[in-house]
């Protein structure tokens, strides 16, 4: 089966501009989960999909906003960019039965850089 | 807030030593998992270990949970210098409608020395 997979890898954008992330899960998970890792607040869960609707949100501002397609693809919006946006946004995927024991499987990961 | 905190921050050693390190969470959880992460790149999954199991084995890799301390640990015996990694672990925050979220610690960041 063919990993996670997160385009682009790499963007840099200037502040006020606005960005789309995109991550295809792996085949038949139907969960994507999307989380923020910055060298000061570390890892912070954005927001999970299950069935293209949104199932839980982190205390991010309404600036982030995603959406899940019918295939179980997903991307992330940031809009107004602001310099403290700069991170490693990875996605993930899990099968997300009625069980909570799923392992999620993390894609390689985009850097934004905001300048 | 972040669930997981993780001891020590940084860990040096030498390869073929062990490597220990301890994540103590604050609230109850379904599950623990740890995750290992290369510089700057996505996160691979290591184990999981499940609130009524005290000890996990895999290869090179000892989990341990103590649901009562809230903590865990995750061992690596006779290192390798590619291991050099960080370590994160994650606990599960599980909402009445099953959705689901990780919620990492602050991660250790191993270095083995060759």
């Known amino acids: 089966k063919a990993g996670v997979t997160q385009t682009p890898r790499y963007l840099i954008k200037t502040r006020g501009q606005q960005v789309t992330l995109s991550c295809s899960p792996i085949?038949?998970?139907?969960?994507v989960s999307w989380y923020q890792q910055t060298p000061g607040q570390g890892l912070q869960f954005l927001f999970e999909y299950f069935s293209e609707t949104q199932r839980n949100k982190g205390n991010f501002p309404g600036r982030f906003s995603g959406r899940q397609f019918s295939n179980s693809r997903s991307e992330m919006n940031v809009s107004t960019l602001e310099l403290g946006d700069s991170a490693l946004y990875l996605c993930?995927?899990?099968?997300?039965?009625?069980?909570?024991?799923?392992?999620?499987?993390f894609g390689p990961g985009t850097r934004l850089t905001v300048l | 807030s972040q669930q997981g905190e993780e001891d020590p921050q940084a860990l040096s050693i030498q390869e073929g030593e062990n490597a220990t390190m301890n994540c103590s969470y604050k609230t109850s959880i379904n599950n623990l998992q740890w995750y290992r992460q290369n510089s700057g790149r996505g996160l691979v999954h290591l184990i999981l270990i499940r609130s009524n199991e005290r000890e996990k084995h895999s290869g090179r890799l000892r989990v341990t949970l103590d649901t009562s301390k809230k903590s865990s640990s995750l061992l690596i015996t006779a290192s390798r210098a590619a291991d050099t990694a960080s370590y994160f672990c994650?606990?599960?925050?599980?909402?009445?409608?099953?959705?689901?979220?990780?919620?990492f610690g602050s991660g250790t960041r191993l270095l083995v020395r060759p």
């Open positions: 085949s038949g998970h139907r969960s």
């Open positions: 993930a995927s899990s099968f997300s039965g009625v069980s909570s024991y799923n392992e999620q499987f």
């Open positions: 994650a606990t599960d925050a599980v909402r009445m409608d099953s959705s689901y979220k990780l919620i």
